[in-house]
């Protein structure tokens, strides 16, 4: 920013981009998971997606699951449906009358339950009317956050806030995935605004604006992805809340100034420092939240430098990939 820019004109730059209403809405984005196969086991999938609700469990997350026949499926609203989670045991998959849900045209999630085998699934999620199969030891979230949980949350894209307010125990899926999107849009704000300070007509025509537009982009991308994720986590967007959690991100503008400063006398190889510090602070961001509305406290400095140093080398290759990109 400016010489002249202070903390105040930075909040006051932010509360204008920042729409609480929007996160409300995203709240109440509908969704629908339909479960079948094996009567227990769905049974069993359905209380484990409820845990975490205080009796009774709220009416409108109870419908966000709904059993169904394969052989005969009756369903009111179809355009809500997100996935369709088959449950089975060793051989049930084979037997399955799974083709009269392909027209439904949202993946199929078919975990077997097999004890004596070894976990194993997709590394992607199955496109929609194609079935992929996920072999667990057990209906527990142990077996199923490695593959299930990250893909059940991934096909119920723009609606994952309302997954987590609904289905606590995926919140934390939900804030990874939320916390990686908004990582990763951070990134790119870094490095198109990289790209404008190394090209002096584009310097010139925007002043003040080329060198103050990211840090006040990435910051605004970083308080909604906190009001996101406590909206996941049940919570009502409140902006004054979130501003008193701001020292969480407060290192934040540090990394942006040293890679403003790198990339100053390293040029291509500062347009990459520079997105891969976005990238990592954002990550900071959103896990340091998940891991306070986790625990319910703030990680520590050294858990939070530990977590930096971590996402650092993978934000370091995504950045150069992209600045590869734009050289082409």
Known sequence: MTAGADARSLLGLLRKGIDVRAVGAHVRKPFRFLLCGDPALVSEMRSLLLRGHAQPIPPEASACLETLRPEAPALTN?????AIVFLGRRG??????LTQLSGARVPILAITVDPDASSAGPSALPARGEVGEYVVGD??????????????VESAKGAEIAVGRHLPVLRETVAAKLTKDAANNALKVALASA???????????????ASAGDMVAITGIQVMLMLHIEAAYGRDPDLQRTWQLLPVIGGGFGWRALARELAGFVPVAGLAIKGAIAYAGTIVVGEGVTFFLEHGHE?????AAELYDRTKKDA???GRDLVSKLRR
């Open 316 to 318: 370091l290759r995504i």
């Open 195 to 209: 790209v404008v300070d190394h090209i002096p007509v584009l310097g010139l025509a925007l002043g003040a604006v």
């Open 299 to 303: 990680m520590s400095r050294g858990q």
């Open 92 to 97: 049930d998959l084979a037997g399955a009358a």
């Open 78 to 82: 179809w355009r809500e449906a997100r």
């Open 139 to 152: 209906i527990a979230v142990a077996e199923l956050r490695l593959r299930v949980f990250p893909h059940l």
